[in-house]
């Protein structure tokens, strides 16, 4: 594919910040990516964002967010669609020569309201809503599915214990992210920051069966931007790839994700195979969604992705999911992980709920550091209804 | 690369026998037919859904990716508002552009007949705090674009009523059209004022329906018939702030500064020097008729200070088509523009359909004669979001 860089990056996971509006908050994160890739605004030439409008909670939100991300007299579009997604269709216009240095930008903030409603809200009010479909309920259901088909032995048990509890220590370990967020069960707003409060346990029921609190999402405040250009950079975009599901979780294999596998094949370079990736960022909603991804992408076979989260150093150094959660941003935090991490060590202008990246020579975060020699790096972003569509990039460091 | 195909539903203000797939699957096939192509040649899919409080259902796109391409086929969903079906026309050429794709189906659906009233879902997308006492609506806010057009140039009521009777007259031509209404400027004027100086019959009414466009590059065209080959295609977004927009250096709120940029991009790229002798017809995406004359300074049909003497001129026949197809200069809005049939996610990209069927010779009894080269445009957001997109019967550099 033609030559396209990640210059510059910033990510913000954090709880509820209520000295700041979703403008602000979206200004702020786009004018550190610039400020990370050395740009000025002037230098950029499209915007191309992710957002939903019933995360942010107005209709065409885009006309007031568009021209927080940059998008003032250029050229701008607005996917309802993962923040990957973005991604891809900015690298495009580099490719198709439209364009040389773009903002990717994506955001939502689960304080605003309540993720399962916003869910709901995805599926047929007279044919699926009588069911009480959400995106939880569906991985719940996915969750059932690979259990039965996979879990019937006691070693799965473990590993998905062992699985949560690498999650939880990623997250944990990760600056800023799950240690200042409470881990909310699903459709409950964790506590303003400065609140003081400490993590409380679940409440009992919050988790769909057979899911379990831990292997929920913690939902969180996320904004997301990355620059991309035709300007040489520590970071290349080495391949981009999508694929889709059906519609409906019935025509589905659950416990699988075909759409993935075929982004992932699609994105990796023809002479690279998966299992030749040192970085892998995987998006999903669950601890199970991940694993699921895990196996999709190539990086475990059927049955061992909760193996794999829990013993391959490689997958979700960020503590995925569990680090903070939010559609549609996931998908670009996850390229932005990704890349930054092949970057390492260089220092980083982005911010975790305020506190230092990775990296930082102030910050421990050993189980966030990847090796140093680290090339080749995967990220994955899923979108609705319930991970039907994907994209996959694969990044490759220079 | 060029529009290979075409396929619209009827515009209607609710289908109420068919499902969002039915709509979907219906355009789909009529642009695949007509392209000469089955879904098994298609790449990827970007999807134009706007507001998804419309439907009722978020995502609503979601439900119907199999009605456009085969299962894991890449998808896109663009919303920009009412210029998202151009704007996924031009994700579209952007993923052929860049050899990600060689056929790209395209396509625009607008479900708000299931709204209960779409202004109570339209007035959310102005600020709940600093802006609801100026009671802003989508029609107060292009009432306040009238009424400043009025003051600065001269405009008055009768012209956009008499602009609304032309546009309605001709959609009497065009059987996709959601009205059919042989309107008197009289009657137009006696219509109920929605805000001054607005009337219910200058505004565009609620639609639904679906659009289509299947998109591919030069050489895979199946060579069956004539294509509508994409000379020049650009947006710009601004500023949300109306205030800000009043009287700054790029232009004021009534100059549709995006839309004169995406204009010039798109021209230049067309090797248009004078677009009102060069282009034989312009579909302009205006859900108001005092909003379509902005449109005309930035296309280059005319100076803003000549706006309306030429919307005189266009009123009696004597520019751009005339009220009936004489005249001088481009035919404007053959189809019947917005205010015929308004399907707000789909309306700018009908604009892109009826350009590429005219310049085809494909447009039926709305058809421009010896019509070339045409140019669409899509607006969105509070006049904040332009597209412009050139169209030709020949493909860039000649046969």
Known sequence: ?398 | MAIAGVGQTPYRRAHADASTGDLVFRAVSEALNDAGFDRGDVDAVVAGVAPDALAGVNCIEKSVIGAAAPPGAPFFRVNTGGATGSSAMLAAMTLVAAGRADVVVAFALERMGQAVTSQQVFNTIFDPIYEKDFVLTTITMAALRASLLMARYGYTERHWAALAARNHRLALKNPLAHLHRDLTVEAVLESPLLAWPIHLYEACPMSEGACALVIAAGDRLPGRGPVAWVHGAASYSDSYAMGDRFDRPEGTLVDLVTLRRAAEVAYRQAGIADPAKEIDVVEIHAPFSSAEVMAYPPLGLCTPEDGPAYVDALIDGDAGGGSGGGGPGPVVNPSGGPMAANPVSATAMIRIAECALQVRGAAGDRQVDGARRAVATGQGGATQFSSACVLAAEPPGGP
């Open chain 1, 1 to 398: 594919m033609p030559a396209c860089f990640v210059d510059g990056l910033a990510v913000e996971i954090g709880p509820p910040d209520p000295a700041r509006n979703l403008t602000e908050l979206i200004f702020q994160t786009v004018r550190r990516a610039l400020d990370d890739a050395g740009r000025d605004i002037d230098e950029v030439d499209s915007v191309v964002i992710a957002a939903h409008d019933l995360v942010d909670g107005r209709s065409l939100s885009s006309m007031v967010c568009a021209p927080a991300a940059g998008a003032y007299l250029k050229d701008e579009i607005r996917l309802g669609d993962d923040g990957a997604a973005a991604f891809s269709l900015a690298a495009a216009r580099l490719e198709a020569g439209e364009a040389r240095c773009s903002i990717v930008a994506a955001w939502g903030r689960a304080s605003e309201g309540d993720p399962d409603a916003i869910a709901r809200a995805l599926f047929d009010p007279i044919t699926e809503g009588p069911f009480g479909l959400t995106e939880l309920t569906v991985s719940a259901l996915r969750a059932s599915q690979w259990l039965g088909r996979h879990g019937r032995n006691g070693s799965a048990d473990s590993a998905r214990a062992a699985a949560t509890e690498r999650r939880a220590a990623a997250a944990s370990a990760h600056p800023g992210a799950a240690r200042r967020l409470v881990a909310a069960p699903a459709g409950v707003r964790p506590p303003a920051a400065g609140s003081g409060m400490a993590s409380p346990p679940p409440a009992v029921g919050a988790a769909p069966w057979p899911l379990r609190p831990g292997e929920l999402p913690c939902w969180a405040d996320v904004a997301v931007a990355m620059v991309i250009s035709d300007r040489e950079s520590p970071v290349r975009v080495a391949g981009i790839g999508h694929g889709s599901e059906p519609y409906s979780p019935g025509d589905r294999d659950l416990a699988g994700l075909p759409g993935l596998t075929l982004a992932v094949r699609h994105a990796w370079p023809s002479q690279r195979a998966p299992g030749d990736v040192d970085i892998a960022e995987l998006d999903g909603l669950t601890l199970f969604d991940e694993a699921i991804a895990a196996e999709a992408a190539g990086l475990a076979t059927p049955g061992e992705g909760l193996r794999a989260l829990a013993a391959d150093g490689r997958i979700n150094r960020s503590g995925g999911s569990a680090a903070g959660y939010c559609a549609p941003a996931m998908g670009l935090t996850r390229i932005a992980e990704a890349a930054l991490q092949l970057r390492m060590p260089e220092r980083s202008t982005h911010r975790y709920g305020g506190q230092s990246a990775p990296g930082d020579a102030s910050d421990g975060g050993a189980d966030c550091a990847p090796a140093r020699s680290a090339r080749w790096a995967l990220a994955t972003g899923s979108s609705t209804v319930a991970a039907q569509t994907h994209t996959a990039v694969v990044l490759e460091a220079q």
